[in-house]
Protein backbone atom coordinates (compact mmCIF):
# COMPACT_ATOMS: atom_id res chain seq x y z
CA UNK A 1 0.00 0.00 0.00
CA UNK A 2 2.70 2.32 0.99
CA UNK A 3 4.27 1.45 -2.27
CA UNK A 4 1.03 2.24 -3.98
CA UNK A 5 0.78 6.21 -2.21
CA UNK A 6 4.65 6.91 -3.44
CA UNK A 7 3.44 5.48 -6.95
CA UNK A 8 0.58 7.64 -6.99
CA UNK A 9 2.69 10.35 -5.79
CA UNK A 10 5.23 10.50 -8.49
CA UNK A 11 2.83 10.00 -11.00
CA UNK A 12 1.19 13.33 -9.64
CA UNK A 13 4.26 14.74 -9.43
CA UNK A 14 5.10 13.76 -13.27
CA UNK A 15 1.33 15.05 -14.26
CA UNK A 16 1.63 18.69 -12.80
CA UNK A 17 5.15 19.00 -13.90
CA UNK A 18 4.14 18.37 -17.86
CA UNK A 19 1.51 20.32 -16.95
CA UNK A 20 3.57 23.32 -15.99
CA UNK A 21 5.70 22.87 -18.93
CA UNK A 22 3.53 23.18 -21.40
CA UNK A 23 1.55 25.77 -19.95
CA UNK A 24 4.89 27.82 -19.34
CA UNK A 25 5.86 26.69 -23.03
CA UNK A 26 2.86 28.53 -24.75
CA UNK A 27 2.89 31.98 -24.27
CA UNK A 28 -0.71 33.71 -23.65
CA UNK A 29 -2.17 35.79 -26.52
CA UNK A 30 -3.81 38.94 -25.69
CA UNK A 31 -7.29 39.59 -26.19
CA UNK A 32 -6.80 42.11 -29.03
CA UNK A 33 -5.03 39.54 -30.98
CA UNK A 34 -8.26 36.77 -30.89
CA UNK A 35 -10.39 38.43 -34.13
CA UNK A 36 -7.22 38.82 -35.84
CA UNK A 37 -5.67 35.30 -35.24
CA UNK A 38 -9.51 34.42 -36.30
CA UNK A 39 -9.28 36.25 -39.04
CA UNK A 40 -5.76 34.16 -40.39
CA UNK A 41 -7.32 30.98 -39.49
CA UNK A 42 -10.76 31.26 -41.77
CA UNK A 43 -8.25 32.32 -44.87
CA UNK A 44 -5.79 29.87 -44.61
CA UNK A 45 -9.20 27.22 -44.16
CA UNK A 46 -10.56 28.38 -47.59
CA UNK A 47 -7.01 28.74 -49.06
CA UNK A 48 -6.75 24.64 -48.47
CA UNK A 49 -9.40 24.12 -50.37
CA UNK A 50 -8.01 25.23 -53.47
CA UNK A 51 -4.23 24.78 -52.66
CA UNK A 52 -1.87 22.91 -49.82
CA UNK A 53 0.94 25.11 -50.75
CA UNK A 54 -1.21 27.95 -50.10
CA UNK A 55 -2.70 26.16 -46.94
CA UNK A 56 0.97 25.95 -45.65
CA UNK A 57 1.39 29.64 -46.09
CA UNK A 58 -1.76 30.96 -44.08
CA UNK A 59 -0.83 28.57 -41.64
CA UNK A 60 2.45 30.18 -40.98
CA UNK A 61 1.00 33.43 -41.01
CA UNK A 62 -1.34 32.46 -38.84
CA UNK A 63 0.59 31.57 -36.65
CA UNK A 64 2.73 34.44 -36.88
CA UNK A 65 -0.32 36.58 -36.26
CA UNK A 66 -0.58 34.33 -33.10
CA UNK A 67 3.29 35.06 -32.33
CA UNK A 68 2.67 38.69 -32.66
CA UNK A 69 -0.27 38.84 -29.74
CA UNK A 70 1.83 37.15 -27.24
CA UNK A 71 1.52 38.46 -24.18
CA UNK A 72 3.93 37.25 -21.58
CA UNK A 73 4.67 37.52 -17.96
CA UNK A 74 7.25 39.71 -16.82
CA UNK A 75 9.10 40.29 -13.51
CA UNK A 76 9.27 43.92 -12.70
CA UNK A 77 11.51 45.86 -10.58
CA UNK A 78 9.51 47.88 -8.04
CA UNK A 79 12.05 50.29 -7.10
CA UNK A 80 10.94 53.99 -7.71
CA UNK A 81 14.94 54.87 -8.52
CA UNK A 82 14.28 52.86 -12.07
CA UNK A 83 12.95 53.27 -15.00
CA UNK A 84 11.68 50.32 -17.04
CA UNK A 85 11.75 49.76 -20.61
CA UNK A 86 8.16 49.81 -22.13
CA UNK A 87 8.55 47.52 -24.75
CA UNK A 88 10.76 44.89 -26.18
CA UNK A 89 12.90 46.09 -28.98
CA UNK A 90 16.32 47.60 -30.05
CA UNK A 91 17.24 50.57 -28.28
CA UNK A 92 17.67 52.92 -31.11
CA UNK A 93 18.15 56.53 -29.91
CA UNK A 94 19.62 57.61 -26.32
CA UNK A 95 20.05 61.67 -26.72
CA UNK A 96 18.11 64.97 -25.99
CA UNK A 97 15.54 65.85 -27.71
CA UNK A 98 12.08 67.94 -27.61
CA UNK A 99 9.29 66.13 -26.07
CA UNK A 100 5.78 66.09 -28.12
CA UNK A 101 4.57 70.16 -28.04
CA UNK A 102 0.96 68.80 -27.46
CA UNK A 103 2.26 67.36 -23.01
CA UNK A 104 2.80 71.26 -22.64
CA UNK A 105 6.84 70.34 -21.76
CA UNK A 106 7.95 73.39 -23.45
CA UNK A 107 10.86 73.51 -26.15
CA UNK A 108 13.47 72.45 -23.53
CA UNK A 109 15.09 69.35 -24.97
CA UNK A 110 15.30 66.18 -22.15
CA UNK A 111 16.84 62.63 -22.25
CA UNK A 112 14.92 60.54 -24.87
CA UNK A 113 15.22 56.22 -24.52
CA UNK A 114 13.31 55.32 -27.88
CA UNK A 115 12.89 51.35 -28.51
CA UNK A 116 12.20 50.59 -31.93
CA UNK A 117 10.10 46.90 -32.33
CA UNK A 118 9.89 45.04 -35.18
CA UNK A 119 7.13 42.97 -36.85
CA UNK A 120 8.75 39.96 -34.89
CA UNK A 121 8.49 41.68 -31.29
CA UNK A 122 6.16 41.51 -28.63
CA UNK A 123 4.18 44.51 -29.32
CA UNK A 124 2.38 45.24 -25.37
CA UNK A 125 3.15 48.53 -24.18
CA UNK A 126 4.30 48.99 -20.08
CA UNK A 127 4.44 52.07 -17.84
CA UNK A 128 8.38 52.82 -17.82
CA UNK A 129 7.71 54.07 -14.23
CA UNK A 130 4.84 54.46 -11.75
CA UNK A 131 2.48 57.26 -10.95
CA UNK A 132 -0.69 58.93 -11.82
CA UNK A 133 -1.68 59.84 -15.72
CA UNK A 134 -1.52 63.65 -16.14
CA UNK A 135 -2.72 63.99 -19.24
CA UNK A 136 -2.86 61.44 -22.46
CA UNK A 137 -2.49 63.43 -26.06
CA UNK A 138 -3.00 61.41 -29.47
CA UNK A 139 -1.49 63.12 -32.60
CA UNK A 140 -2.43 61.80 -36.49
CA UNK A 141 0.64 62.10 -38.88
CA UNK A 142 2.76 59.96 -41.19
CA UNK A 143 3.46 56.37 -41.45
CA UNK A 144 7.43 56.67 -41.81
CA UNK A 145 9.71 53.59 -40.85
CA UNK A 146 10.04 54.42 -37.22
CA UNK A 147 13.58 53.19 -37.36
CA UNK A 148 14.23 57.18 -38.36
CA UNK A 149 14.64 59.98 -36.18
CA UNK A 150 12.39 62.28 -37.70
CA UNK A 151 9.61 59.72 -36.80
CA UNK A 152 9.50 60.97 -33.51
CA UNK A 153 7.95 64.01 -34.42
CA UNK A 154 6.02 63.44 -37.99
CA UNK A 155 4.62 60.21 -37.74
CA UNK A 156 1.17 59.41 -35.80
CA UNK A 157 1.25 59.15 -32.08
CA UNK A 158 -0.24 58.69 -28.37
CA UNK A 159 1.60 60.31 -25.68
CA UNK A 160 1.07 59.61 -22.05
CA UNK A 161 2.90 62.03 -19.22
CA UNK A 162 2.40 60.18 -16.32
CA UNK A 163 4.16 61.99 -12.59
CA UNK A 164 5.99 59.92 -11.20
CA UNK A 165 8.25 59.94 -7.70
CA UNK A 166 11.20 61.81 -9.14
CA UNK A 167 8.55 64.25 -11.61
CA UNK A 168 7.15 63.79 -14.80
CA UNK A 169 7.98 61.65 -17.54
CA UNK A 170 6.48 61.25 -20.79
CA UNK A 171 6.27 57.62 -22.85
CA UNK A 172 4.75 57.83 -26.86
CA UNK A 173 3.70 55.26 -28.69
CA UNK A 174 5.05 56.43 -32.28
CA UNK A 175 3.76 54.31 -35.41
CA UNK A 176 5.42 52.75 -37.87
CA UNK A 177 5.79 52.13 -41.54
CA UNK A 178 3.42 48.92 -41.16
CA UNK A 179 1.77 50.30 -37.85
CA UNK A 180 -1.52 51.76 -39.17
CA UNK A 181 -3.46 51.04 -35.24
CA UNK A 182 -2.19 52.44 -31.96
CA UNK A 183 -4.36 51.13 -28.68
CA UNK A 184 -4.16 52.91 -25.66
CA UNK A 185 -6.17 51.19 -22.56
CA UNK A 186 -5.51 53.70 -20.17
CA UNK A 187 -7.07 57.10 -19.27
CA UNK A 188 -6.18 60.05 -17.44
CA UNK A 189 -6.34 60.29 -14.00
CA UNK A 190 -5.17 56.47 -13.57
CA UNK A 191 -3.10 55.29 -11.49
CA UNK A 192 -0.23 53.32 -12.95
CA UNK A 193 1.93 51.09 -11.72
CA UNK A 194 5.39 50.20 -13.32
CA UNK A 195 5.56 47.28 -15.42
CA UNK A 196 1.48 48.03 -16.05
CA UNK A 197 -0.17 47.33 -19.47
CA UNK A 198 -1.41 50.49 -21.06
CA UNK A 199 -1.27 49.69 -24.69
CA UNK A 200 -0.17 47.88 -27.75
CA UNK A 201 0.75 48.91 -31.45
CA UNK A 202 0.02 46.39 -34.59
CA UNK A 203 2.59 45.48 -36.40
CA UNK A 204 5.72 47.31 -36.24
CA UNK A 205 6.63 50.38 -34.01
CA UNK A 206 8.31 52.14 -31.34
CA UNK A 207 8.18 54.08 -27.60
CA UNK A 208 10.10 57.02 -26.68
CA UNK A 209 10.89 57.87 -23.11
CA UNK A 210 11.47 61.32 -22.41
CA UNK A 211 13.17 61.61 -19.03
CA UNK A 212 13.67 65.35 -16.80
CA UNK A 213 16.83 66.14 -15.16
CA UNK A 214 18.56 63.68 -12.74
CA UNK A 215 18.29 60.37 -14.26
CA UNK A 216 21.16 58.73 -15.86
CA UNK A 217 20.32 55.88 -18.57
CA UNK A 218 21.66 52.74 -18.31
CA UNK A 219 21.22 51.33 -21.76
CA UNK A 220 22.86 51.90 -25.24
CA UNK A 221 22.29 52.34 -28.75
CA UNK A 222 21.61 48.24 -30.82
CA UNK A 223 20.95 47.28 -26.97
CA UNK A 224 17.98 44.73 -26.76
CA UNK A 225 15.31 45.62 -24.23
CA UNK A 226 12.74 43.38 -22.26
CA UNK A 227 9.30 45.45 -21.86
CA UNK A 228 9.30 45.51 -18.21
CA UNK A 229 11.97 44.38 -17.34
CA UNK A 230 14.96 45.94 -18.82
CA UNK A 231 16.45 49.59 -16.49
CA UNK A 232 16.42 52.10 -19.01
CA UNK A 233 17.70 54.74 -16.69
CA UNK A 234 17.86 55.67 -12.98
CA UNK A 235 17.17 58.19 -10.26
CA UNK A 236 19.82 59.89 -8.65
CA UNK A 237 22.63 57.59 -9.59
CA UNK A 238 26.39 58.77 -8.63
CA UNK A 239 27.85 57.04 -11.44
CA UNK A 240 27.78 58.20 -15.20
CA UNK A 241 26.82 55.67 -18.12
CA UNK A 242 28.82 53.03 -19.11
CA UNK A 243 30.84 52.39 -22.06
CA UNK A 244 30.05 49.74 -23.90
CA UNK A 245 31.34 47.12 -26.69
CA UNK A 246 29.43 45.60 -29.45
CA UNK A 247 30.69 42.04 -29.94
Not at 81 to 86: A, E, G, N
Request: hydrophobic share 45%; with cysteine.
Amino acid sequence: MFTDRLAATGNSRHAMSLSDTIRKTFVPIHREGYPFIAAFAVVTILLGLWSTSLFWIGAILTAWCAYFYRDPVRVTPTDDRLVISPADGIVSAVGPAIPPRELGLGDIELTRVSVFMNVFSCHINRSPVRGRIARIEYRPGKFLNADLDKASAENERNSLLIEGPHGQIAVTQVAGLVARRILCWSRGGDAIGMGERFGLIRFGSRLDVYLPAGFTTRVAVGQTAVGGETVIAEFGASVPSSLVRVS
